[in-house]
């Protein structure tokens, strides 16, 4: 039976509702489940479960519904305690801090310097604008903001010497802190300007490893580098550390930017003091040489080349894996039976997707995506994974009324257990760790890998953590928990994926 | 310049949205405050706008 339950002008958080919702969707008597604000998106996937009730009908994002098909009742009734204890139990947890209810009573609390804005994206315009004529910096987490208010947003910073950090920036580390999905990566004297989330927490956390440190970690948000933005904030961000005494080295991560846009950032780059390593990931090194920049292969060659030149050294290419790591490969791919052919990557930071399809993409003759760099390897039916295939599930289309896989591991799990089969003979993934992240994502990845073992299905599972000592996650058990499931655990994605190859390059790919 | 200054300053973060980000800054020990958001005029942009302009007022 179908059961509505509404509370109206009651506001809790996305994340927090779409964790409950999918806590109670395992209740014993629970077929599917809903529990939400009255968005409209929000209204539209509880239509798709095929619950439909004239209760729903009129809700504004300001009313709290749980929508349910239930067995019974008393299911019913048990469903709907269940969330009220969830969001008690929220309640409770933060209820001792003052929240202020508006913007003039915040500024008195204290002198707030930076605004951190993670509301739904038709609202998140609207507060950045107040935040900015309050003189703040502004972090907006929020995507979905249409690029013209973009553009209005960052001009309106840039004209008061502010920093406009997307939307859509989901890293940042300012003086140390880490802001949204972020490291606790040592303070040190390299600067980074990044335009890609996970590709700026990876060149920061393999900055940490290699002995080096961050002085700042300036997101932009994807869409700065187009033609419509401009490049303002990594332009900003570029002069602020050129002129940052803190800064010794530059990296800018990005993906290949816009002609025009790379031409300013080139034009800074040539006249730059401090050297600037730029990973335009994929992008014509020659520009960049001819600039004065270091180019890169990969993102650890950013973090090598990084902590070389602020140590004063000439930076040097990456050794490839040695002889050790190819015979380990040989052995594990002899190991594999005459049907494991494929390759399956299954990745929650995007960057590091991309990262794992342009560097094995030729190698492999062309891998399959939903965020494919041709229509050729367009991959929108995940029914056919019979081939070389690399899912980023943080994508839109595997987000849809979910939290990010980061944040909670459940779409991937799922992925896990459904996409790899007895035909996949590398399964390649990223395990993010860090402010923001899931309290233990390794586990998460372990169990399903185990789970795949008793199936029978045994890939050769390769991955790489991201993370770093200082990170709220334990990095040391992280590892442990995904070698002892049988995974082999690389300090670092490019890494991973070369590895990868190797297996697949042993008379199978 | 402004922005700089920023680099030298204590950062004192308004969190607006996110419980997870709130928590977060104060597990680093970074002094924030959260901000009791709702969506206003539940996203009727016509009385946004004229909400708009008697705050400009």
């Known amino acids: ?509 | 310049m402004k922005l700089n200054n920023l680099f030298k300053s204590e950062l004192k973060v308004l969190n607006i949205g996110l419980e997870g980000f709130y928590n977060d800054l104060k597990q680093q020990k970074t002094d924030t405050v959260w901000l009791n958001w709702k969506p206003r005029s539940s996203s009727n942009k016509k009385s946004m706008s004229l909400l708009d302009k008697l705050r400009k007022k």
């Open chain 1, 1 to 509: 039976m179908q059961k509505v339950q509404v509370k109206k002008n009651s506001y809790y958080d996305s994340v927090t509702l779409m964790l409950i919702s999918r806590d109670v969707g395992s209740m014993e008597g629970v077929k599917e489940v809903m529990v939400g604000m009255g968005t409209d998106l929000n209204l539209e996937l509880t239509e798709k479960l095929g619950i439909k009730s004239p209760e729903l009908e009129g809700l504004t994002s300001n009313d709290f519904f749980i929508a349910a098909d239930v067995e019974s009742e008393e299911v019913m009734a048990a469903l709907e305690a269940k969330v009220e204890e969830l969001l008690t139990a929220k309640a409770d947890a933060g209820a001792s801090d003052y929240r202020p209810a508006g913007f003039d009573s915040a500024m008195q609390t204290m002198d707030l310097n930076l605004a951190l804005i993670s509301v739904a994206g038709q609202y998140a315009a609207e507060e950045a604008d107040r935040a900015l004529d309050k003189g703040l910096h502004v972090l907006m987490f929020s995507d979905n903001v249409p690029v013209e208010d973009e553009v209005r947003l960052k001009e309106k910073a840039r004209g008061k010497d502010l920093l406009m950090m997307g939307p859509d920036c989901g890293t940042a580390i300012i003086n140390g802190v880490a802001l949204a999905f972020a490291n606790a990566v040592k303070r040190g004297d390299i600067g980074i300007v990044g335009a890609s989330g996970t590709g700026s927490q990876e060149v920061s956390v393999l900055i940490d490893k290699f002995g080096g440190g961050v002085s700042q970690l300036i997101g932009t948000g994807g869409r700065d580098l187009s033609e419509k933005v401009g490049g303002i904030t990594m332009i900003q961000g570029l002069e602020a550390l050129i002129e940052d005494e803190a800064t010794k080295v530059i990296v800018l991560i990005s993906k290949p930017p816009a002609e025009s846009v790379a031409a300013k950032i080139y034009e800074i780059v040539k006249q730059s003091p401090k050297p600037v390593v730029v990973d335009f990931i994929g992008a014509d090194p020659q520009p960049i040489r001819d600039a004065g920049g270091f180019a890169c292969v990969n993102l650890e060659h950013a973090a090598a080349q990084a902590v070389a030149l602020s140590r004063g050294q000439s930076p040097e290419d990456l050794a490839p894996l040695d002889e050790q790591w190819q015979k380990k490969a040989r052995e594990v791919a002899s190991e594999l039976s005459e049907e494991q052919e494929y390759l399956l990557g299954l990745y929650t930071g995007g960057t590091l997707a991309d990262e794992a399809l342009k560097l094995l993409g030729n190698q492999l003759g062309g891998i399959y995506s939903n965020i494919a760099f041709d229509k050729e390897h367009q991959l929108d039916d995940l029914s056919d994974l019979n081939r070389h295939v690399v899912l980023d599930l943080g994508d839109d289309q595997f987000t849809q009324g979910r939290p990010h896989p980061m944040i909670d591991p459940f779409t991937r799990n799922e992925h896990l257990e459904s996409d790899v089969s007895k035909q996949t003979a590398v399964l390649l993934f990223d395990c993010v760790l860090g402010y923001g992240s899931h309290p233990d994502p390794a586990a998460e990845v372990a169990k399903s890998i185990n789970k795949l073992k008793e199936n029978g299905i045994t890939p050769v599972a390769v991955g790489s953590v991201c993370g770093t000592e200082g990170d709220p996650q334990d990095l040391q058990a992280s590892q442990k928990v995904l070698e002892e499931a049988g995974a082999i655990i690389f300090p670092s994605n490019a890494k991973a994926v070369e590895f990868a190859g190797l297996v697949l390059g042993q008379g199978r790919a």
